[in-house]
């Protein structure tokens, strides 16, 4: 009996971890993996295994989801993703809407917009969609002009108007955080600038509004986002307690997009 007892338990305890499924999703630090990690407990709980994947660039993330090495990531917009796809030959799709950082310019050698002088250097993202979005905010500060203002993957080249001659430098996204102390502005992501210890709320010279259209997605393939542990995360991550995180914790510099 005590055999048959013991046997049971085991196959038991094998059905339930054959029943727990394994998630693997790729996020930047912050405040994506944050996110994540808060709702990872509730998760566990249901039976899906969330495995986060920290990624510093924009880049790898989507290419190893494509190439189902990871199952799903968490750190990017729409356009960018739109702008991947077509780029790449991917077709990745987006399973839930989560949060807007609000893009911002940032500088440590002027105050105000007010001060920026004759032939200042601005540093923007060197991808297309957030340099695109990067020249619509300098646009929003009347720094300059563009050619179309509803082109969302304009380049300097698409400047009209340049009044006081600002001088460009197209960078990756994720080292403006560090030369923004040999720049006059810098245009920052804001999960790059939490992580560099900036302040969006205050330390911006402007930021985008709470209208962004450039909420970050959780994203998957065709093949697996609907699957029971990916919905299961989407849930998650639009639940009302995870609302309530982003809004705690960021005050404002994040704010929850559903």
Excluded: C, W
């Excluded at 949060?99 to 601005?122: C, M, N, R, W």
């Excluded at 991550?237 to 510099?253: C, M, Q, R, V």
């Amino acid at each position: 009996m005590k055999k048959l007892i013991a046997a049971a338990a085991l196959l038991a305890a094998a059905v339930t971890a054959h029943a727990a499924e394994k998630l693997s999703v790729a996020a930047t630090p912050v405040p994506h993996a944050e996110i994540l990690e808060f709702v990872k407990p509730q998760l566990a709980k249901e039976g899906v295994d969330l495995d986060v994947k920290i990624f510093t660039d924009y880049v790898q993330p989507n290419l190893q989801v494509a190439q189902k090495r990871l199952d799903a990531n968490f750190y990017q917009h729409k356009p960018y993703l739109d702008e991947f796809n077509k780029s790449r030959g991917t077709d990745l799709v987006p399973v839930a809407q989560v949060h807007v950082e609000p893009f911002g310019i940032y500088s440590q050698k002027v105050k105000s917009l007010d001060e920026v002088k004759e032939g200042a250097t601005v540093a923007i993202p060197s991808d297309a969609t957030n340099g695109g979005r990067a020249l619509l905010l300098l646009e929003k500060a009347g720094l300059i002009a563009l050619k179309d203002n509803s082109n969302i993957l304009a380049t300097p080249r698409d400047i009209a108007t340049n009044p006081k001659h600002l001088k460009f430098k197209e960078l990756e996204a994720a080292t403006l955080p560090r030369v923004l102390n040999q720049v006059d502005l810098a245009l920052i992501n804001t999960n790059y600038a939490l992580e560099a210890k900036l302040n969006p709320t205050k330390d911006a010279l402007l930021l985008e509004g709470k209208e962004s259209p450039y909420a970050n997605l959780l994203v998957a393939r065709p093949d697996n986002k609907d699957s029971d542990a990916m919905q299961k995360l989407a849930k998650a991550l639009t639940s009302p307690e995870t609302k309530k995180f982003i809004e705690d914790k960021y005050n404002g510099a994040v704010a929850p997009a559903f």
